[in-house]
């Protein structure tokens, strides 16, 4: 009776994956380097020099030039950057990715809503 049951319940063996499956965005794509989200060390400089040392750290990202009072859509792109500048088109806000942040000002002071469109 044992020999008739024998091969029932258990699993063939099962074949082991040659590499390890990536943990993360960076394994993934190949890369040690973790992926950089924001940039407050560009705040007061020009848009034009911002944008260059983005897009040294982020190949491929679509920069956004935002000027005080432009409307902008509340959507999620990992590849996009928006650089929110004053007058002499100088960076205002700590560049990031991912958020849209609009300013208000109330009583002369300034206060600033954080939207997460992570759609």
């Known amino acids: 009776m044992a020999e008739g049951k024998q091969g029932q319940g258990t699993n063939p063996p099962q074949e082991q994956p040659k590499k390890p499956l990536p943990r993360s965005k960076n ?3 190949g890369t040690n ?8 060390e560009l705040v007061g400089i020009t848009a ?3 944008e ?5 750290e982020m190949a491929g990202v ?5 000027l005080p009072g432009y409307h ?3 959507d999620y792109k990992t590849q996009r950057v928006r650089l929110y500048v004053d ?7 700590t560049p990031m990715i991912g958020l849209s942040v609009y300013q208000i000002s109330f009583n002369n002071s300034m206060f600033s809503l954080v939207f ?3 759609g």
Do not use: D, G, R
């Not at 007058?87 to 806000?93: H, Y």
């Open 33 to 40: 380097n973790p992926t950089k989200t924001s940039w407050p």
């Open 62 to 66: 679509k920069i956004e030039v935002v």
């Open 72 to 74: 902008i859509t509340c």
């Open 87 to 93: 007058k002499s088109i100088k960076v205002i806000q």
């Open 48 to 50: 034009e020099e911002a």
């Open 116 to 118: 997460c469109c992570f």
């Open 52 to 56: 260059k040392k983005i897009k040294e």
């Open 27 to 29: 394994q993934l794509l």
